[in-house]
């Protein structure tokens, strides 16, 4: 067995290999763009290799620095990951020159099965069911429209060379089909620098059904059952589960023994999938063969209890599988989520920034490789809390993976982990895949790859308003914040200021999630056990049983509410009842002061009373730190921070009455 090998890559993956070589005593090397000098994946490695600027295609794509750090650094072999140079067979090939092992398929198969087209005639010849179609050379337009008119419209049009859904096209009628094909091939061209496509029938509500396979140096080939990764958007998995809803003994069998002849014909060797698209009548025909380990492997780990970057590893070194067919045993249901930093609501579009709060939910640790316990809940990640999701990479955050005894314990356990899961930062998509979860379709495995555009009204529902509870636990840890503020200035504790009981204000937060959301004014009348917190007609008597940082547990009148409370500027995210509830808080007083601040002076709002006065002269205050409370007309008012910056002078002090305008501080931004 190697003593250390070089993660080729970045991210969670990294991680994940990283975890399985610490296992097995096996050093490990990364490699890091300076982008990721911070990132996880260098920080669980034993060394590391800065390998260039941030941009992919000058460190994590630059195949001679990669082997110049692993010969550097007496690596004996590169763990590719996925993506990156995972399916690139001059890497491999350049591995193998410089005496390095290659942990993946020989570059010969990498090679067969990278062209969709040339894969296809290999698998035709091993007798593995294709979609009808054309995946010939000859690439004349007449000719192929003529091959789409013959097989019947719908056609999808795909780039020979293509991958991660893209340079595909899907064509109605034969009149559309030129304009169609000449987009693809540009498409083609600029994405993947060869324009050749290939035609074939586009299947009506299809499922993606994929299998593992595994084959070792010594003949060996076996099938790892299969993977459902039909819930996709723009053609990219977004949940994956096994095994696949529905599936027989039968099929299994037939799309196992497909897989390993596939595998097989291309004389394949290491970890690798073959993707089958099958009709709902469960008719099943092969797409393409990923030759590197797949994202959604940990599903497959989960119900046969194994470890597959481990079985990588043994293979690599030259040592048999570890298990032949009869021995491999299906138990239990896996789904995994990927959790994205994306915005579905604006079409699954990217988001990038920092991860300034993450909780995720209480793992149930993962025995790697231990059959008899499964782990129930398993978090892949490669980002820790205060990290960033740069514009450079994919956008993954992390993959929640859990397993139960069948689908629906698996689906329940899902929906609890997610509820439990906690982002603030960044744009996310964890509300949209508990709708996912819970929508009558993926609930009941009514699965085909149009599921999400299929159920747009379910996924995507009109916003509710925003509930009591959310707002009660805003608005106590709005209350208690500015309680313990002032609680450690000196002057807050010499003056004896208290919220003094029937001491009433209105504060108001507005639903970020909406543009233009009106604020509905939510009053707060303090008493000494609590408060009594109204909203239009309805009125609950609040009491904090508990506070513990962010964490927070209410009663509301003879109910007990619990949530998360993190404030992040003006925006607190409220996570309570499994949902997060951004809430924008507008402190009209605060920006009344803002407007005048720019000339030095935070002013009163109304005429008033000081009721306290939380800084000094020369204090660093951050935005939105409360300065200055007034009261006027037995509501309170907070004077804030319109920036960071230092308080100059503090003019007035508690139990002083001010004029309407009257300059209450002289404060200097940063
Ligand atoms: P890529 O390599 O870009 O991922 P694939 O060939 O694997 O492309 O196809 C990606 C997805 O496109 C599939 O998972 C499936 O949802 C859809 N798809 C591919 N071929 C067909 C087809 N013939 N009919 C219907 N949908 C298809």
């Known amino acids: 067995m190697f003593t250390k090998i070089l993660i080729a890559n970045r991210g969670e993956i990294a991680c994940r290999v990283a975890a399985t070589a610490r296992k097995m005593g096996i050093k490990t090397v990364a490699v890091y763009s300076e982008a990721d000098a911070g990132a996880k994946h260098v920080a669980v490695c034993d060394e590391a290799v ?59 198969s990498i090679r067969a099965m990278g062209s969709k087209s040339a894969a296809k005639s290999l698998m035709e010849k091993a007798d593995v069911p294709l979609v009808p179609g054309y995946h010939g050379d000859n690439q004349d337009a007449d000719f192929l429209q003529l091959e789409a008119d013959k097989m019947g419209y719908p056609v999808l049009l795909k780039a020979s060379a293509g991958g991660g859904g893209k340079g595909m096209r899907v064509i109605e009628k034969s009149a559309d089909f030129k304009a169609a094909l000449a987009s693809c091939k540009r498409e083609a061209i600029s ?36 993977r459902d990764c039909s819930v996709q958007r723009r053609h990219q998995k977004v949940l994956e589960e096994a095994p696949a809803p529905g599936m027989t003994l039968e099929r299994r069998a037939a799309m196992g023994n497909a897989a390993v002849a596939a595998a097989k014909a291309v004389g394949y060797v290491g970890a690798g999938t073959v993707e089958f698209i099958a009709n709902q009548d469960g008719s099943f025909y092969f797409m393409e063969m990923n030759t590197r380990l797949q994202v959604e492997h940990p599903v497959t ?48 579009l990217p988001s990038t920034g920092t991860l300034k709060h993450l909780r995720t939910p209480s793992a149930v640790t993962f025995e790697l490789g231990n059959a008899s316990i499964p782990a129930a809940v398993r978090i892949d990640s490669g980002v820790r809390a205060g990290d960033t999701i740069s514009p450079f990479y994919d956008p993954m955050i992390a993959k929640l993976i859990v397993w139960g005894e069948d689908r629906n314990e698996a689906l329940a356990r899902m929906a609890q982990a997610l509820s439990e899961y906690q982002i603030v930062g960044l744009a996310n998509n964890i509300a949209f895949l508990q709708r996912l979860i819970a929508s009558q379709s993926f ?41 313990s503020a002032a609680a ?95 809430l924008n808080y507008n402190d009209p007083l605060a920006h009344a002061g803002a407007a005048e601040a720019d000339g030095g002076r935070l002013t009163a709002p109304m005429p008033g009373k000081v009721v306290a006065v939380l800084v000094e002269k020369g204090q660093h205050v951050k935005k939105g730190e409360p300065l200055v409370i007034m009261e006027a007309m037995k509501m309170e008012h907070t004077i804030a921070a319109p920036g960071d910056g230092m308080v100059e002078e503090v003019l007035y002090a508690i139990g002083d009455q001010v004029a309407d305008g009257a300059p209450l501080l002289a404060f200097k931004l940063a």
């Open 443 to 483: 609930s009941s495995a009514d699965l085909d790859t149009g599921l999400i555009e299929r159920n747009g009204d379910a996924l995507f529902p009109a916003a509710a308003p925003v509930s009591i509870d959310v707002l009660a636990l805003a608005a106590v840890a709005l209350v208690t914040s500015e309680k």
């Open 50 to 108: 800065c390998i260039g600027p941030a941009a992919a295609k000058e460190s994590y794509l630059c195949a001679d620095k990669i082997i110049a750090a692993a010969l550097a650094t007496g690596a004996q072999a590169i763990h590719p990951g996925y993506g990156f140079l995972s399916e690139n067979s001059d890497f491999a090939d350049a591995c193998v020159t410089a005496g390095l092992v290659f942990i993946g398929p020989p570059a010969s």
């Open 191 to 226: 994405s993947f620098g060869d324009d050749r496509v290939l035609a074939e029938k586009y299947l009506q509500r299809p499922r993606h059904i994929e299998i593992q396979v595994f084959a070792d140096t010594h003949g060996n080939c076996v099938y790892l059952f299969e």
């Open 488 to 582: 450690n200035d000196p002057f807050g504790n010499t003056s004896g200021w208290r919220m003094n009981s029937g001491l009433q204000r209105t504060l108001h937060f507005a639903d970020a999630a909406l543009e233009d959301a009106e604020a509905q004014p939510l009053t707060v009348e303090y008493q000494s056990d609590g408060w009594q917190i109204g909203l239009g007609s309805a009125s609950v008597k609040t009491t904090l049983s508990l506070h513990d940082n962010s964490d927070f547990r209410l009663t509301l009148d003879q109910r007990a509410v619990r949530g998360s409370v993190v404030r992040d500027g003006d925006v607190f995210h409220v996570f309570a009842g499994g949902g997060r509830t951004a």
């Open 301 to 348: 780990e989960m119900i046969t209890g194994t470890d597959l970057v481990e079985w990588q590893l043994r293979v690599a070194a030259g040592e048999p599988l570890p298990m032949l067919q009869h021995q491999l045993k299906l138990h239990g249901h896996a789904i995994e989520a990927r959790i994205y930093a994306e915005n579905p609501e604006k079409g699954f």
